[in-house]
């Protein structure tokens, strides 16, 4: 798996657009990008992923690069619900690959 | 459908003991996996599964075994637990996009 970096925090203020960076600078051609997200203690929860184009569903939207080595999830309205941990992965599609998450970003939403 | 299920909730070991945590799945994905997470911590990968009777290693296997006898479940196993295990452990499957459920985590602590 290709590897990740991403910030380790973030704040964002209550109804403004949370812009999250990743760079997988190693990424390749047949590599999806990933995002989860950790709320508390729950178990992680799947937000949106993306190859080439950018996605966009009822939770977030996902902008990534024309060269593919960074991307952005970006929740258009935060609210205090969001506040999470960030989790941006690499992984080829339809195979059998191990995945592994790293850190990712702590995001905090204030009032 | 349930999802990705796992028990206990909690359990308090004493080093020395051994102990399986249970996972199942009713979603009949092919792929499973352990994860642990230490406080302030990623996700590490312990052991996965690409199918019944078939599983191998992930970043942190030791002092953990699986197996695979069913699609639906995916139990680990710790042998002689020591102070070191202690964590939350996730269970997670895929489907054949790469998305991945993850369950409700069993909290672990061991004494």
């Known amino acids: 798996d290709a590897k990740t970096t991403q910030p380790t925090s973030m704040d964002c203020a209550e109804g403004r657009a949370a812009n999250l960076p990743c760079n997988h600078s190693?990424?390749?051609?047949?590599?999806?990008v990933y995002w989860y997200r950790q709320i508390h203690s729950q178990g992680p929860q799947y937000i949106i992923h993306?190859?080439?184009n950018n996605e966009t569903n009822e939770m977030a939207s996902l902008i990534i690069t024309e060269d593919r080595k960074s991307s952005t999830l970006i929740l258009p309205h935060a609210t205090l619900r969001d506040t999470a941990v960030y989790y941006c992965i690499v992984s080829l599609s339809g195979g059998y690959q191990k995945v592994t998450f790293g850190t990712g970003t702590k995001l905090q939403v204030i009032p | 459908n349930a999802g990705v299920t796992q028990t206990p909730k909690f359990q308090v070991l004493k080093t020395g003991q051994s102990m399986t945590l249970q996972c199942a799945q009713d979603?009949?994905?092919?792929?499973m996996s352990w994860y642990r997470q230490d406080p302030g911590m990623g996700l590490r990968l312990i052991h996965y599964?690409?199918?019944?009777?078939?599983?191998d290693q992930g970043e942190v296997p030791n002092g953990y075994n699986v197996s695979r006898s069913t699609t639906e479940d995916f139990p680990l196993r710790l042998l002689s637990a020591a102070p070191s295990q202690t964590s939350v452990y996730f269970c997670a499957s895929r489907d054949p996009r790469e998305t991945q459920y993850f369950g409700p985590g069993t909290r672990l602590l061991v004494l």
């Open positions: 190693t990424i390749s051609g047949n590599e999806y």
């Open positions: 993306g190859l080439k």
């Open positions: 599964s690409v199918g019944a009777g078939i599983t």
């Open positions: 979603m009949n994905h092919e792929y």
